[in-house]
């Protein structure tokens, strides 16, 4: 196992760790169950050699009928293992089993061998013993018949009954041990997951708006979801296979040590061939799980960003080339698939079962060729074989887990780089209402090293005053609101709000007084009512309709059959444009921001609705300090403070009537737009502001706002 999987491993272990006390018990149980299910071969060893076969052994003639005597031809008799110490047996006889007949047979036998029986004579057969030595002893016998052969096992029937009895309250209990440690290690998986769940959703939160720029929402979701439900397999599945596999495998092989040194022995280099077994297995699987791991977040990526835009997809028919990119991946995850297929069909149970059936040939081989003695008898040969083959279930189990053992591995590792991010920790209070006051001093920032989107930016803006951001696409109007949000943090200078240093200000608690209505308004599944409030507690009912009322859309959204409360699916797509933007105005008037963000909030609506808006906007301003991101000039022509940017640097400032009358870029752009016309050099003048601001950026700029 190499560094990382030891790591992951220890990290999984810490997280089960915070369940201890039911995986403990559970391990207890599962003990106790083994403990239970093995004393059976044992027992039914005791049932084979001595009461069953037991009844071959020595039998001398008793003084008169007894609890453990049989009684035949007028005589009673007890056998060897039944007399009690000073009691003094009478004369030796033997049960003998020739082919399918039991003999009765007189005298002490010299020794034990192979046994024939000479039935030419009826009246009188003779019984033959060969020793392995090859003497040779006869004994003259008679056949029984079956009362006279039921008369000698009769003393027998009540410890069988009491063993059998005991064999199966020994299962049952087995069973119940069983079932409660299974019930444990489920109840104590899914905890564990579900407390790995909601790291992994807290850890979202925490992560910074970067991380989503480059890592698709689908593979977020794969390991929120698919990763985490590969996880839990391992606790509820593989732990419990390897577990209750060592644990057996420990008490099998000290219950062979007790039955027969020497057969014990043959079980032991079991353990090193499945050692090398799960090494050499793991050294392709984990390969493998990898790849496939991989492609089915990418697929889910995929499938993700083709839901999203499939209007798109359809408009541009988009369909067949899709279906064609979705095709390789699949493809890619299916091969993947079937090569971890063929490892798992090599290295399957049929192997163990092949191992096994070697083994029984060879100490089958050695029990029939004498080489293992007297003292392996048929009950210890019986327990032997079921030792083996309960061994060789946690073997099949183990070896059926490992491509579970290293999809969760590999989950895990993708899991816990997640985990592993630099987020920062959601703050938590409240943090007194701002003025206002928010000041950019000498702020450059880039998305990546040394590549500035933003060059020196620095103004003012006091309490009330509204600042108008405006600029050809990539100059740096959205990435100066990404930094006020610090959603991202300059490489140089700062940004203050009534004079502290927004880096000194946790990013939580930093945006409780800020609130924003972006162009393309997300909405929640819900209600109109709960999109406003956002599940806040402290924004009533009546905080609601008042901030609905104020941005005139109570009426509009009463008319619903459901009023307020009309349903609101994801994304809001059942709402018009205008309707979904309403509510976002209403949303941040609800929570009365202390400084407002407006990133192009009347780009997507009709006119008429704008004429709503532009009313509303002016209670949504009052009191507070507000940006506004406009591509249309004529919507802030009322703006205190116009900032013109081109490439990241502030080329022109001041309001609308300072710069129409400097007749810088400004003016041209106002002009363009306002459709005015334009003479001589200014009309040329200005077709080249316009192919400027038409023109790509220099460099594409992630924008987390626009």
């Known amino acids: 196992m190499n560094t990382d999987s030891r790591r992951t491993g220890a990290r999984l272990f810490r997280y089960a760790m915070l369940f201890r006390r039911p995986i403990l018990t559970a391990l207890v149980l599962l003990t106790l169950a083994a403990c239970a299910e093995l004393a059976g071969p044992l027992i039914a060893k005791r049932m084979i050699d001595r009461h069953i076969l037991g009844i071959e052994m020595a039998w001398y003639e008793a003084p008169g009928p007894g609890e453990s005597t049989a009684a035949y031809s007028g005589k009673h008799y007890k056998r060897s293992d039944h007399w009690l110490p000073g009691e003094k047996p009478g004369t030796e006889v033997r049960i003998v089993q020739s ?47 079956a009362p006279e052969l039921y008369a000698f096992y009769a003393p027998e029937f009540r410890p069988l009954l009491m063993l059998a009895a005991g064999y199966f309250g020994l299962l049952v209990l087995s069973a119940l041990f069983t079932y409660g440690q299974r019930y444990l290690l489920q109840i104590s998986a899914n905890r564990v997951i579900g407390r790995m769940r909601e790291d992994v959703f807290a850890q979202v939160q925490r992560l910074p708006i970067q991380y989503f720029d480059n890592l698709p929402a689908g ?12 996880i839990r397999e391992l606790y509820v599945a593989v732990l419990a296979n390897f577990f209750s596999g060592i644990i057996y495998m420990t008490a099998i092989v000290g219950a062979l040590f007790l039955l027969d040194t020497r057969l014990a022995l043959i079980a032991l280099p079991l353990f090193p061939l499945l050692y090398l077994w799960i090494k050499v297995y793991r050294r392709f699987a984990e390969r493998y799980n990898e790849e496939i791991r991989s492609r089915l977040s990418d697929i889910n990526g ?85 030792y083996m083959n309960r061994m060789f279930q946690p073997i099949v189990g183990i070896v059926n887990q490992l491509s579970n053992l290293e999809t969760a591995l590999v989950s895990a590792n993708r899991v816990f780089e997640l985990l592993d991010q630099e987020g920062t920790d959601v703050a938590e209070g409240r943090l007194d209402r701002y003025r206002g006051d928010v000041s950019f001093e000498s702020v450059s920032f880039a998305y990546k090293e040394n590549d500035y989107v933003l060059k020196e930016i620095g103004f003012e803006a ?65 209600t109109i009512a709960s999109n406003v409030s956002l599940g806040d507690p402290n924004i009533s009912r009546e905080k609601v309709e008042k901030a609905l009322r104020d941005v005139g859309a109570y009426d509009m959204f009463s008319a619903l059959p459901g009023g307020i409360d009309e349903p609101v699916i994801e994304k809001g797509s059942t709402l018009s444009a205008g309707q979904r933007q309403l509510i976002s105005f209403a949303r941040a008037l609800a929570f009365d921001p202390a400084i407002l963000i407006l990133d192009e909030a009347t780009a997507s609506i009709d006119s008429e609705t704008e004429a709503v808006i532009q009313s509303a906007l002016e209670v949504l301003k009052r009191g507070r300090t507000t940006f506004i991101i406009a591509h249309r000039l004529s919507t802030i022509k009322n703006a205190d403070i116009i900032l013109v940017l081109d490439r990241g640097q502030i080329m022109e400032r001041g309001n609308h009537a300072e710069l129409m009358a400097r007749k810088g870029r400004y003016y041209q752009m106002y002009l363009l737009q306002s459709g005015e016309a334009l003479d001589g050099g200014r009309a040329e003048a200005a077709a080249d502001a316009g192919r400027e601001a038409a023109a790509p950026p220099a460099a594409a700029v992630p924008s987390t706002l626009s």
Do not use: C
């Open 99 to 145: 082919g399918m007949g039991y003999y009765f047979a007189e005298g002490p036998f010299a020794s034990d061998g192979t046994r024939t029986v000479d039935t030419s004579a009826p009246d009188a057969p003779l019984l033959t013993v060969t020793s392995p030595s090859g003497d040779r002893s006869t004994y003259p016998a008679r056949q029984l018949t």
């Open 219 to 230: 593979k977020v979701v794969s390991r929120i979801t698919n990763d985490t439900e590969s």
């Open 302 to 386: 995929m499938i993700n960003e083709a839901i999203g835009g499939m209007p798109i997809i359809r408009a541009f028919r988009r369909g067949r080339q899709t279906m064609e990119e979705f095709e390789t991946l699949n493809g890619e995850h299916y091969t993947y698939q079937n090569k971890l297929l063929s490892l798992n069909s090599i290295t399957s149970h049929n192997l163990v079962n092949v191992i096994r059936n070697v083994i029984f040939l060879g100490v089958i081989w050695m029990f029939g060729g004498g080489l293992l003695g007297a003292a392996v008898t048929v009950g210890v040969l019986y327990a032997f074989v079921d």
């Open 462 to 526: 006091r309490q009330g005053q509204t600042v108008a951001l405006v600029g050809h696409t990539g100059s740096g109007k959205s990435s100066i609101l990404n930094l006020l949000f610090r959603f991202y943090d300059p490489q140089h200078g700062r940004i203050t709000i009534d004079g502290r240093d927004i880096r000194d200000i946790p990013r939580q608690l930093l945006r409780q007084h800020m609130g924003i209505v972006l162009q393309d308004p997300y909405l929640f599944t819900g």
